[in-house]
């Protein structure tokens, strides 16, 4: 079998390296190697120092695709352009016609701003300076991308650091001659995934081996993503017959816990069941503080679907608001499975919605007992033809565990909408 070209992603930034930012990058530039059937070696983080950015460069320079983001600025700390050439062995010049172009961006930044030019021009010739033999492909603001082939028929690419620069950026990289012939030799795999909800990871895979487990020309993953367990397919040209032998006897024993084989989020999932049934959406909430409602709205053209949503957090405002009794809250307290059926009857009614869903719990730090502890989590979804609720005990930070009922209470809901009455799914 034939090797795919090896992708190396180097990721700029000391900020990074502090932990101040998470990278975004590179996992973003893995996926698309992994895509165009080039195979993802490893991420480097290195921050800005210039010792340990030309010895990250250095060791992958002569990979097949080395792909770099960041230190691209004007700065005395964005040193990359500097960095890739010392470790190519080659030198830098200053490209005129980028310089132009930087100049242009940069005589307009200098007049709104009501500055003299003299105070960006050093920071242009900066940024028009490029490794020998590079090849601009665009501008993010004044940072420049590039690609430079190396030594070995390989390509460099390098983009600005910010994510939507760099995504904007990356057809044009992807488009170049240098990274085209690269891709000749590219093989993109099948790619397919099974989504778990339920299933403990452990269990999924126990199922993975004994249905045989991966191998000749199947790569199976297995991950806990958005409290969801995924396994995720790489199939090698020749290999699908393998692949849905194994995926067939994964599922078999699981069956009554998965809901995808797509990568769409389960919010999309709820809305588009939604949509099938004709039903409109509105959630009740409490302790998530309107994340049930942000995740449905996330996707675009929810507004169809979702009527809106209440957040009370108060006995007031869910009497006031949701109509919640208040002998319900007084015999049996803001978190409890009465409160929880109470915010959603008065969450469909109130807003006139088919559909509706309702989170009540304690978040913590603070705020629980022995009776009722942190992380306990009442839900509740309700349709036209009636309810269902759930109770959990969710281990974890104050953050964990908003997310995790967040989750939980979209999962409830599609639930409803799929009318499936198995409570473990």
Same mark, same amino acid.
């Given at each position: 079998m034939n090797v795919r070209p090896r992708a190396v992603v180097v990721v700029t930034g000391s900020e990074l390296v502090r932990g101040e930012r998470t990278d975004l990058n590179g996992p973003f530039l893995a996926r698309e190697a992994l895509t165009l059937g080039l195979e993802p070696a490893r991420i480097v983080v290195v921050g800005d120092d210039p010792a340990e950015l030309e010895a990250a460069l250095r060791e992958n320079v002569d990979a097949d695709a080395l792909l770099v983001s960041g230190g691209l600025g004007p700065t005395h700390d964005d040193r990359t352009v500097e960095m890739i050439a010392r470790a190519a062995g080659i030198g830098v010049h200053v490209d005129p016609a980028l310089e132009a172009e930087i100049e242009g961006v940069s005589r307009a930044i200098a007049q709104r701003l009501n500055r003299p030019y003299t105070d960006f021009q050093p920071g242009v010739t900066k940024q028009a300076t490029l490794p020998d033999g590079a090849e601009p492909v665009g501008l993010a603001g004044t940072a420049p991308a590039f690609v430079l082939r190396n030594g070995n028929g $390989?390509? @460099?690419? !390098?983009?600005?650091?910010?994510?939507?620069?760099?995504?904007?950026?990356?057809?044009?990289?992807?488009?170049?001659?240098?990274?085209?012939?690269?891709?000749?030799r590219a093989r993109p795999p099948g790619r397919r995934v099974v989504r778990f909800y339920g299933a403990s990871e452990s269990a999924v895979a126990q199922a993975l081996a004994a249905a045989g487990g991966d191998g000749n020309g199947v790569e199976a993953t297995i991950c806990a993503r958005d409290f969801e367990i995924h396994v995720d397919f790489i199939v090698e040209p020749g290999a699908e017959n393998r692949a849905d032998e194994l995926e067939a006897a994964l599922v078999a024993p699981l069956e009554?816990?998965?809901?995808?084989?797509?990568?769409?989020?389960?919010?999309?999932?709820v809305l588009a069941l939604a949509r099938s049934r004709g039903w409109t959406l509105a959630t009740a909430e409490s302790c998530?503080? $309107?994340? @049930?409602? !942000?995740r449905l709205t996330d996707i675009p053209g929810a507004s169809d679907v979702v009527l809106g949503g209440v957040v009370a957090y108060s006995n007031e405002l869910k009497q006031s608001e949701l109509g919640v009794p208040a002998e319900v809250l007084e015999r049996h307290g803001a978190v409890s499975a009465e409160t929880a059926e109470a915010m959603v009857h008065g969450a469909r009614e109130r807003l006139g919605a088919d559909a509706a869903v309702a989170v009540t719990g304690i978040a913590g730090p603070g705020g629980g007992t022995p009776e009722k502890p942190v992380g306990l989590v009442y839900l509740h979804a309700e349709g036209p033809d009636g309810g269902r609720g759930q109770e959990f005990t969710i281990p974890g930070d104050r953050d964990a565990i908003r997310k995790r009922a967040t989750a939980?209470?979209?999962?409830l809901l599609r639930r409803l909408l799929s009318q499936n009455r198995d409570d473990s799914v």
């Open positions: $390989g390509v @460099v690419v !390098v983009l600005p650091g910010p994510p939507p620069e760099l995504r904007r950026l990356w057809p044009n990289a992807v488009q170049s001659e240098p990274f085209r012939r690269v891709l000749v009554r816990y998965l809901f995808a084989r797509d990568e769409r989020p389960v919010s999309e999932h998530t503080g $309107g994340l @049930v409602a !942000v939980m209470g979209l999962h």
